[in-house]
């Protein structure tokens, strides 16, 4: 039996549908010894608006065995893979002279460790970010070369901090430093890109007749069932039981919006329901990861600056509103509640990786990802000693399951630099970084 090749396809009309790393992609035969099969790794950056409430995020004691504090909590179930990083800093993210808007310049660079020009013209410049650096490098090796996903849509044009271009507040992918990635918040979308074909009529008519992605790839997965193992054959039932639940639930919420009434439309395909959307992208960011379709992916929780209403955990007042408190305690507990609430919706995700099994250990060890932002206390926009976790072991190669406190001031690229190269994309400099980040591992 020959293997498997790590990047196999099903295909069908419109479709086209990666494969979770299967037994049979490293072995020669039935009876010869197993041929080792290097995992990939990944690396993903969701990002967070506004600050957090850090009395209720960083924990008072250092190394492992640290207590989370309340906002964290939810984590305890995967605190073996988990990294709170303090002392991390973004001196670009400071006015340097440009007075205020301190929240376009924490979304701009959040990724680029670069500071942005203060604008709302065309003439936007910032710096490439980390993803697509380590896209430009090794991105070639999977289907995507990256992806970008997000909750909010937003404008790439116009104002939208103290003039600053609302580029800056709505993108932490930029491909080049005058070039913003377009995220994507539409679940249905997303899932087309990460599994739809060239063939765009037959991808319509499919959706036309509500036909799963599953259906139009059967033969070739028939094809596939027959030359792998028990072991494989459970792993597929799960993935496609995994992607056929996904679409179900695209499909219920095209169905909840086109039930509405006309003069409140809601996009086709984005739930109604915040932690339903959440869960979505953070689903098919997964599949994306366990079919090696990408290997690199950001996810925007929200636009920077945003000033949404949390109304599933009872916070009616906007969220940006709300991060100039004052220090009243009652509108603290409110943002507490925000930030509570995000990573409850992380913690599922990481969940969900490490119960993906790969090679020996799980999709989770094999990820480095980073949750934070740029801004610490989102009252007077400091942006320093942020509010970073770093999940996932990145192959063994990060030591996990602790509270590391860095010195002060340290530059935020240096995580970034040590992640590029566990990644395979080595680099010497990057943004305002003085060396890697040795002390992760």
Same mark, same amino acid.
């Given at each position: 039996?020959?293997? @498997? ?13 990666? &494969? ?6 490293? +072995? ?46 939810? &984590? ?25 808007? $301190? ?22 410049? =910032? ?18 070369? +990256? ?17 600053? +271009?609302?580029?800056?507040? *709505? ?26 074909? =060239? ?28 030359? /792998? ?12 039981? %995994?992607?056929? !639940? ?10 909840? *919006? ?13 739930? !109604? ?25 950001? #996810?925007? &929780?929200?636009?920077?600056?945003? *000033? ?6 009872? /916070?009616? !007042?906007?969220?940006?509103?709300? +991060?100039?408190?004052?220090? $009243? ?13 995000? /990573? ?7 969940? *969900? ?9 799980? @999709?989770?060890?094999? %990820? ?5 932002? %740029? ?14 976790? #770093? /999940? ?16 002060? !001031? ?7 630099? %040590? ?23």
């Amino acid at each position: 039996m020959q293997p @498997l090749a790590r990047r196999t396809f099903l295909q069908g009309a419109g479709a086209l549908l990666g &494969l979770p790393l299967l037994e049979a992609m490293g +072995s020669r035969s039935l009876y010869a010894a197993p041929v080792v099969v290097e995992l990939p790794r990944r690396m993903a950056f969701v990002f967070v608006a506004n600050g957090v409430i850090m009395p209720h995020w960083k924990p008072t004691s250092e190394g492992p065995g640290c207590t989370l504090p309340k906002t964290l909590a939810p &984590l305890e179930k995967v605190r073996d893979q988990l990294t709170v990083i303090s002392g991390l800093a973004q001196d670009h993210a400071r006015a340097k002279a440009d007075g205020a808007g $301190d929240h376009a310049r924490s979304a701009s660079t959040f990724l680029t460790c670069s500071h942005p020009r203060k604008t709302d013209g065309a003439d936007i410049s =910032v710096g490439t970010s980390i993803d697509q650096v380590a896209a430009n490098l090794i991105g070639s090796q999977t289907r995507l070369p +990256s992806l970008e996903l997000g909750i909010e849509s937003g404008r790439q044009a116009g104002s939208c901090d103290s003039g600053y +271009s609302c580029a800056y507040s *709505n993108s932490i992918s930029w491909k080049t430093e005058t070039t913003p990635m377009g995220k994507e918040v539409n679940p249905k979308l997303a899932f087309e890109r990460l599994f739809g074909g =060239v063939d765009t009529a037959k991808a319509v008519e499919r959706d036309f007749y509500r036909k799963s992605i599953l259906d139009t790839v059967a033969s070739d997965a028939e094809r596939l069932k027959k030359n /792998v193992g028990a072991s494989d054959l459970r792993k597929l039932d799960e993935y496609f039981t %995994s992607v056929r !639940e996904i679409e179900q639930r695209i499909s219920r919420a095209v169905d909840d *919006n086109q039930r509405r009434t006309p003069t409140m439309p809601a996009p086709k395909g984005i739930p !109604e329901k915040l932690s339903e959307h959440i869960d979505l992208m953070f689903d098919l960011l997964q599949l994306a990861f366990q079919t090696d379709t990408t290997r690199i992916a950001t #996810l925007m &929780l929200a636009n920077e600056g945003s *000033n949404r209403a949390y109304r599933e955990v009872d /916070v009616k !007042e906007g969220h940006h509103q709300l +991060s100039h408190h004052r220090n $009243d305690e009652a509108k603290m507990a409110e943002i507490q509640k925000i930030d509570q609430y995000l /990573v409850e919706r992380f913690a599922r995700f990481l969940g *969900n990786l490490q119960s993906t099994k790969e090679g020996n250990g799980t @999709l989770l060890d094999q %990820s480095m990802i980073v949750y934070g932002c %740029s801004i610490s206390d989102g009252n007077r926009h400091r942006h320093e000693d942020l509010p970073v976790l #770093l /999940v996932g072991r990145g192959g063994s190669t990060i030591q996990a399951g602790r509270h590391l406190s860095l010195k002060n !001031e340290t530059p935020m690229a240096n995580l970034y630099l %040590s992640m590029l190269d566990r990644m395979g994309a080595k680099q010497d400099r990057f943004g305002d970084s003085t060396g890697p980040l040795k002390e992760i591992g």
